[in-house]
């Protein structure tokens, strides 16, 4: 089935403890991108990537860092979360060059830093 | 003016009913728009995409773009218990390279009564 794995669903952590969401898609696809979806502010870009070792700043990067190593895993670090990063987050990934380009969405990560 | 304009919401109709959701932009450069829906703790899923103006129909909804004021609109008929979910719409200016970033109205939740 094709899917986009995020890990965890669920985090409650404490200011200023590194951690690292987890990304995985078995599409084979090029592009992949990290949201953040906040109430009244929708969904925003963090991060995002067209290929392996290719990465660049979406329009929150603030905090947060990536990295793409592999095609198909794109991991996103909080290296000292602080509460203004509790939101709702999402990866998601696309095939690039093609006409149709559904985002292909994980279940979301809920963080709460305390 | 932000880039992506969409009804706060929420709404609430009766099943049967005709259901017009709506998103307005000031990025003269998008030509790809799209709609996404969200189910409860769900990643938003791609329900509808055009390319251009124009109107699309697929089983029960319609998107329809018109570049020439700016605005987007899907509309579902015959509305059911399951269409119950927030409502994304998305936009981008390329389909391809850094261009091809979807940046999406707030959603609005629709709920529809039995």
């Known amino acids: 089935e094709a899917q986009v794995t995020q890990n965890p669903r669920y985090l409650i952590t404490v200011t200023g403890k590194k951690l690292t969401v987890t990304c995985s898609q078995n599409m084979n696809h090029e592009y992949m991108s990290w949201y953040r979806q906040d109430p009244g502010l929708g969904l925003r870009q963090i991060y995002y990537s067209m290929n392996v070792e290719v990465t660049d700043k979406g329009d929150v990067p603030e905090g947060y860092k990536v990295s793409r190593k592999e095609k198909r895993n794109f991991p996103l670090i909080l290296e000292s979360p602080s509460p203004n990063q509790t939101s709702l987050y999402f990866c998601a990934s696309s095939f690039l060059g093609s006409s149709n380009q559904p985002q292909h969405f994980g279940d979301g990560t809920r963080l709460s830093i305390l | 003016q932000k880039e992506v304009e969409q009804d706060p919401g929420p709404l609430s109709v009766p099943e049967g009913a005709i259901v017009s959701l709506n998103c307005t932009y000031s990025?003269?450069?998008?030509?790809?728009f799209m709609w996404y829906r969200q189910y409860s703790r769900k990643g938003p899923e791609l329900l509808m995409y055009t390319y251009s103006s124009g109107n699309k129909e697929d089983g029960r909804f319609t998107a329809q773009v018109d570049k020439s004021s700016k605005y987007i609109s899907l509309f579902i008929r015959d509305s059911q218990p399951s269409d119950s979910a927030t409502y994304l719409c998305a936009m981008s200016a390329s389909y391809t390279g850094a261009n091809s970033k979807l940046t999406f109205g707030k959603g609005i939740t629709l709920s529809v009564r039995p």
């Open positions: 990025n003269s450069a998008f030509q790809y």
